[in-house]
């Protein structure tokens, strides 16, 4: 079984154009979402929020947004990972609370835990980095679950935020629009992925 997942990690590259005439099916929106749904998060806040970008005119206003690139402008799906903005992971607002009231002893024991861990993150200035790297585990998990389903994919990092919040409705003063990613099905010859051998990339001590 574990080799058989990493069969769907080899099968995997970054696929820089799409056949815009064979969409995505909801079945498989709907699965990609729900690898970003099962995905950890940290202290269980589940704060990713994904956009499913399917209509023609959002998409060419993100292919707009993302300097023409061409993933953006060929997929017929495109997915926008977002998180809340700082304030809302302190530990009295009504996010935490209610993603805390879910957990056995809610709240209180909640920010138990909680309150230490938002402190370091506050003083050392790291929550919205820490919100942002949070959404990438996301987007790993749908990536690779769209090549178990059969679908090509591209992450994409270089992008307007302000106009990818923009063209999906979505407040700049409230979320951060941390990355994004195409999925569909490739029109290009698949590329041979380079990747270094274990023993150059890692150490077992």
């Known amino acids: 079984m574990a080799r058989h997942f990493l069969g769907f990690m080899e099968a995997r590259y970054a696929c820089k154009r799409f ?4 969409p995505v099916p909801p079945s498989l929106v709907d699965y990609l979402i729900d690898c970003v749904r099962l995905s950890p998060s940290s202290f269980g806040l589940e704060h990713t929020r994904i956009i499913a970008a399917v209509d023609p005119d959002i998409r060419r206003t993100l292919a707009q947004a993302s300097g023409g690139q061409d993933p953006v402008v060929t997929a017929p799906l495109v997915l926008i990972f977002l998180a809340p903005r700082a304030r809302a992971y302190t530990p009295d607002s009504d996010f935490v609370r209610a993603r805390s ?18 402190e370091f993150l506050r003083r050392e200035e790291r929550l919205e980095p820490w919100a942002r790297a949070q959404t ?19 992450a994409i990092e270089g992008f307007d935020e302000a106009a990818v919040l923009a063209a999906i409705g979505i407040k700049p003063e409230e979320w951060i629009a941390c990355v994004m990613a195409a999925f569909g099905h490739r029109d290009e010859e698949r590329r041979d992925r380079l990747r270094l051998e274990a023993s150059q990339m890692s150490e077992i001590r």
Do not use: V
């Not at 056949?19 to 064979?22: A, M, V």
């Not at 009231?101 to 938002?118: C, M, S």
């Not at 990438?136 to 591209?154: E, H, K, P, R």
């Open 101 to 118: 009231e879910r957990f056995p002893g809610g709240l209180p024991a909640f920010r138990a835990d909680y309150d230490g861990y938002y």
């Open 136 to 154: 990438y585990i996301t987007l790993a998990n749908a990536m690779t679950g769209a090549a178990a389903a059969g679908l090509d994919s591209c």
């Open 19 to 22: 056949d815009p005439s064979r």
